[in-house]
């Protein structure tokens, strides 16, 4: 069993900073990279950002390049997504989600293993 879990959301205004924490546990897991999405009521669940682990690569959405970053943190399988200069249309929850997969499709949901249950990010103006 795996258990992906989240923490740091919250609500902050326009402007701002957060920083999302990740860690992905199990007795026998070990991924290959993890990654960060996003989901806003009504819309569907888009990619934000990857890191993988053998090279330390990293991958945003265009929507977030120069205003998040993503990173390992230096116990396994943990990742933290620092967000700035926040903008209401960042509101959504945010999910983090592990994987072994290392093509190029690293933006589709369905390459990713396993997932976390999500935390609120609400940007207001």
């Known amino acids: 069993q795996v258990q992906v879990v989240e923490s740091g959301g919250g609500l902050v205004q326009a402007g701002g900073s957060l920083r999302l924490s990740c860690t992905a546990s199990?007795?026998?897991?070990?991924?290959?990279?993890m990654g960060w999405f996003r989901q806003a009521p009504g819309k569907e669940r888009e990619f934000v950002a990857v890191?993988?682990?053998?090279?330390?690569?990293?991958y945003y959405a265009d929507s977030v390049k120069g205003r998040f970053t993503i990173s390992r943190g230096s116990a396994k399988n943990t990742v933290y997504l620092q967000m700035n200069s926040l903008k209401p249309e960042d509101t959504a929850v945010y999910y983090c989600?592990?994987?072994?997969?290392?093509?190029?499709?690293?933006?589709?949901?369905?390459?990713?293993?396993?997932w976390g249950q999500g935390t609120q990010v609400t940007v207001s103006s």
């Open positions: 199990g007795r026998t897991y070990s991924s290959s990279a």
């Open positions: 890191i993988r682990w053998s090279a330390g690569r990293t």
């Open positions: 989600a592990a994987t072994n997969y290392l093509g190029s499709d690293y933006a589709e949901p369905r390459r990713y293993d396993y």
